[in-house]
């Protein structure tokens, strides 16, 4: 990234290149963007011991709030470097490496044409054309799989395991918990990475309890009880994470009535919770027009060690808020809920919509956001709390004073999740199905194995 000398050496290329050159501006190129202090420069220098500047590019975000849309622009290489150098090829891949490095999530840039080749190339796509001075240019787009890379890792593998197995029954094929038949009683069972229970023990103990009782929650369903089955190395080990089991369970008041431990394996955890509803609450209930609601808890800050992964706002409530959160969707009764889990907001949206048979789009800059938590971060992690849920136009109903609530999105008729930006424009975020398991109402897979 450059310094003050070099980025007063970028602008006066620029100059040359775009004002006496190419006469594309008259006086002057400077704009809001070299004002902007979030601006950054990127320069090519001469491998000869000078440290010339031989060309250079600008990264900066589109908007005044960072929702992870950002634009490359001013790209411009001295008259002396431009034949068969690659340094335009070479900065523009170092844009795209920074833009994804910093949370980007669509990335921007318009291009005169006989420029694109290089573009072309390198992997960007036409998304329109502009005319600037007088000169045709091409609008294009950096494509990022940042999401899809998170479900291909999380969730895709789901159907290719589990195939024709049916053990939620009809209707509850993706849910975080499986109704047991002919009781009111909604199970649910998580595992925790063996590599956080090993890192973290404790904190892994308490979020075994809190990812099962917001299973549990999404369904509508009150958690009753809960089992777990706990390894590691020794006694001292173990008993950490039993010691966030405990503070968990405690602080939600859910009783742990059982389970397993074992000594001198390899780390691990996986807790089951048992809840009771007479009427659940489906993630596949929702229907194409329905708005998405974003009901999450945005106090506290990122987990020690999990920065831009976990989001840890429940150790800092007390046993009242908590409840109230895990009450949000029995109190509501949403045509579908989902609880937002490892697949981060947009997977989730994902599943909750490939469980309707819809497709979803998510409005970004809607979507309720913690202050600290970048955008890009914040929809990809685990927030601790957070509850999606399909209703009508203006029926939702999800309130807790807990936590901040709003529409930011909509079920489709377009499989996978797009993410729709302030200018209208919008962006494949997941291109198709997250687990494959296909619609709850019609599916061949297991309910129980997706949440």
């Known amino acids: 990234m450059?310094?003050?000398?070099?980025?007063?050496?970028?602008?006066?290329?620029?100059r040359d290149a775009f004002v006496g050159e190419q006469g594309l501006f008259a006086g002057s190129d400077h704009d809001?963007?070299?004002?902007?202090?979030?601006?950054?420069?990127?320069?090519?220098?001469?491998?000869?011991?000078?440290?010339?500047?031989?060309?250079?590019?600008?990264?900066a975000p589109a908007t005044i709030r960072d929702t992870g849309w950002?634009?490359?622009?001013?790209?411009?290489?001295?008259p002396t470097a431009r034949n068969a150098s690659g340094?335009?090829?070479a900065l523009v891949r170092a844009a795209c490496a920074l833009?994804?490095?910093?949370?980007v999530l669509r990335f921007d840039a318009v291009v005169q044409e006989h420029a694109a080749v290089l573009f072309r190339r390198i992997g960007w796509q036409v998304t329109g054309t502009d005319v600037i001075g007088g000169v045709p240019h091409l609008r294009m787009r950096w494509p990022i799989d940042r999401y899809q890379r998170l479900v291909d890792t999380t969730k895709a593998h789901l159907a290719g395991l589990f195939g024709d197995d049916r053990p939620g029954g009809q209707g509850w094929v993706g849910d975080d918990g499986a109704p047991v038949s002919g009781t009111d009683v909604v199970a649910a069972c998580d595992a925790i990475l063996p590599s956080m229970v090993e890192?973290?023990?404790?904190?892994?103990?308490?979020?075994?309890?809190?990812v099962n009782v917001n299973d549990l929650s999404a369904m509508g369903a009150t958690p009753t009880a809960l089992l777990d089955a706990v390894a590691g190395r020794d006694a001292s080990f173990v008993a950490r994470v039993v010691r966030g089991l405990r503070r968990a369970a405690d602080a939600w008041g859910v009783p742990i009535i059982g389970g397993h431990t074992q000594l001198g394996v390899p780390a691990a955890l996986s807790v089951t919770a048992l809840g009771?509803?007479?009427?659940?609450?489906?993630?596949?209930?929702?229907?194409?027009?329905?708005?998405?609601?974003l009901t999450a808890d945005l106090t506290g800050g990122w987990r020690t060690g999990h920065r831009g992964a976990q989001w840890n706002s429940t150790e800092?409530?007390?046993?009242?808020?908590?409840?109230?959160?895990?009450?949000?969707?029995?109190?509501?009764?949403?045509?579908a809920a989902k609880d937002v889990s490892m697949a981060g907001i947009v997977g989730t949206a994902g599943m909750l919509a490939e469980a309707s048979g819809c497709g979803a789009v998510l409005d970004v800059a809607d979507v309720p956001t913690p202050r600290l938590a970048a955008t890009a971060d914040w929809l990809g992690c685990f927030p601790g709390f957070a509850m999606l849920t399909a209703d009508d136009p203006g029926a939702g109903r999800m309130r807790s004073a807990a936590a901040v609530t709003a529409e930011c999105g909509e079920l489709t008729a377009t499989p996978g999740v797009r993410l729709r930006w302030p200018d209208g424009e919008e962006t494949v975020a997941i291109s198709g199905s997250v687990t494959g398991l296909g619609p709850a109402a019609g599916t061949t897979a297991s309910a129980a194995l997706a949440g």
């Open 2 to 14: 450059a310094d003050a000398d070099e980025v007063a050496e970028h602008r006066r290329l620029r």
């Open 32 to 59: 809001d963007l070299d004002d902007d202090h979030r601006t950054v420069v990127l320069v090519a220098r001469a491998t000869d011991g000078s440290g010339t500047v031989l060309g250079g590019v600008r990264i």
């Open 70 to 78: 950002w634009t490359g622009s001013r790209l411009v290489v001295a």
């Open 87 to 89: 340094i335009g090829p």
């Open 99 to 103: 833009a994804e490095q910093r949370g």
């Open 199 to 210: 890192r973290d023990p404790e904190w892994a103990g308490w979020c075994g309890v809190l």
């Open 276 to 293: 009771r509803t007479t009427d659940p609450v489906p993630g596949g209930g929702g229907r194409t027009g329905q708005r998405l609601t």
């Open 316 to 335: 800092g409530r007390d046993r009242a808020a908590l409840r109230d959160l895990a009450d949000t969707v029995a109190r509501a009764r949403p045509a």
